[in-house]
Nanobody, 118 residues
Framework: QVQLVESGGGLVQAGGSLRLSCAASGRTLSILGMGWFRQAPGKEREFVGD????????VYAGSVKGRFTINRDDAKNTMYLQMNSLKPEDTAVYYCAATINPARYDYWGQGTQVTVSS
């Protein structure tokens, strides 16, 4: 089992920045990669970006590319999402997820609310 705990959400004005954290515990040596997803009210959950644990390769959704950055701290088993130039449409609950099996996410955090005011 892998446990994930997100933190760092909050209220920010448009154009501002926030950094989310996702701390992993448990069978962290099994993690192949981690990702961020978000879900706005009334909308489907959508992919934000992810990072491989071996090599640190990142992939981003087009809507956040150039504004959001994912990195990780291996020593702390923690993934970060640095969000800059935030827009009201970035408002959502942000979830982190971890994969121990290729092509699917096996574990999810509880989510953290990000609200961007205009």
């Amino acid at each position: 089992q892998v446990q994930l705990v997100e933190s760092g959400g909050g209220l920010v004005q448009a154009g501002g920045s926030l950094r989310l954290s996702c701390a992993a515990s448990g069978r962290t040596l099994s993690i192949l990669g981690m990702g961020w997803f978000r879900q706005a009210p009334g909308k489907e959950r959508e992919f934000v970006g992810d990072i491989t644990w071996n090599g640190g390769k990142t992939v981003y959704a087009g809507s956040v590319k150039g504004r959001f950055t994912i990195n990780r701290d291996d020593a702390k088993n923690t993934m970060y999402l640095q969000m800059n130039s935030l827009k009201p449409e970035d408002t959502a609950v942000y979830y982190c997820a971890a994969t121990i099996n290729p092509a699917r996410y096996d574990y999810w955090g509880q989510g953290t609310q990000v609200t961007v005011s205009s």
